[in-house]
């Protein structure tokens, strides 16, 4: 989702229909005309917010028309259009251009749904090797990213200031732990953030697990313990409220929009809103355990091709595609969407027109694709025994290692 706050949510579910998919080699002419060169072109998009009279709906109609073509576009919840996409390849009807999540990319691949953008003879050798890999399946790409959003520490200013903490000496683990005693010292509350016992529990873990050096391969290793310990300290302690355990990321939001939060972990798409929460905030990346900026997961949709019958519609697909993804539309496009940019040189002159994305451009260079390092469709069967991981130790249930423990075994059961 223009998400992080787009979820996994849609993958799980997609997951659980596969086994009653088969692979697709093709499917029919999903616009009913048989001039490919003409006509009407379908495409599938998971903004529902955006309608027909938006920036982005006339961007899809503009590029339709340069094609030469009609762009019939339809918007569907992220958490629908896996599903849908499935169902469509097996009945013969897959959009001709479809967006969608980068982790259900791996997915639709498995089910045969999607084509290579080599095959196509897309080109994405300008955009970041990390941002591409979200979609890459061994070595090879299947959509072209349209941004990528991801989770950085917005902080208050003013809560910092009076606790006499500077964002500047937050380093690490240890010098963020400090800044939060300081706050709470002070009479102000420490971080909020989201441990729900859903995808978007398992995304803001993330930074932190991997800021240990975390393998997603290996749960209970000492590396994802150590950063379940850390959150399960924080609330423990009182430096993160106890209902981060039923948090999404926007009501963790809300938290920090009180102005009483010395930091919230959120993403790139609450640069609006924290425009408006009435108080001086900054942004700074989430530390890892020793230093450095942690990695952090890419969120942000892929355009992609669904593998078609009538293999000349490509042509126009592709078309659209390039439209939709080259330099001199993605500066609006991911103004719109709020993406940073997958590409440097897009990125340089976001930055141009607006300084505050700078600390998330940083961000999305450090981050790194949940399905990525050969993972694929395995990344759900590791994420919910994660976050059930989180619940757990975090309520006091079990133990942060006993916790981990468990999710290992679930997780090598599947």
Not at 103 to 110: F, G, Q, Y
Not at 196 to 218: H, M, V
């Amino acid at each position: 989702m223009i998400s992080t706050r787009r979820t996994l949510l849609a993958a799980l579910t997609v997951a659980g229909v596969l086994a009653s998919v088969t692979a697709c080699g093709g499917g029919s002419d999903s616009s009913g005309t048989t001039d490919a060169s003409g006509g009407t072109y379908t495409f599938w998009d998971p903004y529902p917010q955006f309608d027909a009279s938006s920036p982005w709906g006339k961007r899809v109609a503009e590029c339709g028309t340069k094609a030469g073509v009609t762009v019939k576009r339809t918007a569907y919840d992220t958490t629908d259009l896996g599903n849908k996409a499935l169902l469509a390849a097996q009945q013969g009807n897959a959009p001709d251009v479809m967006m969608v999540d980068n982790p259900v990319v791996s997915t639709l691949v498995e089910a045969g749904i999607l084509n290579k953008t080599s095959d196509l003879g897309l080109d994405t050798k300008s955009i970041q090797k990390n941002i591409i890999g979200a979609g890459e399946i061994d070595g090879s790409a299947y959509g072209v990213p349209i941004g990528a959003n991801t989770l950085a520490l917005y902080y208050n200013k003013k809560v910092l200031s009076a606790a006499g903490v500077d964002p500047a000496s937050i380093k690490d683990w240890n010098s963020l732990t400090a800044a939060l005693k300081k706050v709470k010292a002070a009479g102000k509350k420490g971080i909020t953030f989201s441990a729900i016992n859903t995808e978007e529990g398992s995304f803001q873990f993330l930074p932190w697990f991997w800021g240990a050096g975390g393998d997603l391969t290996k749960l209970n290793s000492a590396k994802g313990v150590a950063a379940l310990s850390l959150w399960k300290g924080w609330v423990d302690d009182g430096l993160a409220p106890k209902d981060v355990l039923q948090n999404t990321q926007t009501t963790s939001w809300q938290e920090f929009a009180t102005g009483d939060y010395a930091f919230g972990e959120n993403g790139t798409w609450q640069l609006g809103n924290a425009d408006k929460a009435g108080f001086d905030y900054g942004v700074i990346n989430v530390p890892g355990q020793s230093g450095g900026s942690a990695p952090v997961p890419t969120g942000g949709e892929f355009v992609t091709v669904p593998v078609q019958k009538d293999t000349a519609r490509y042509d126009v697909s592709k078309k659209i595609v390039t439209c939709l993804t080259n330099d001199a539309n993605l500066l609006a496009s991911d103004t719109t969407l709020t993406y940073v940019a997958p590409t440097a040189s897009v990125q340089a002159e976001q930055v141009k027109q607006n300084p505050k994305l700078k600390p998330w451009v940083d961000a999305v260079a450090a981050a790194r694709g949940r399905t990525s390092g050969g993972l694929g469709t395995k990344y759900p069967t590791i994420s919910q025994p994660m976050w059930t991981a989180v619940q757990a130790a975090l309520s006091g249930s079990k133990s942060p290692q006993a916790a981990m423990d468990t999710a290992q075994a679930s997780a090598q059961k599947n």
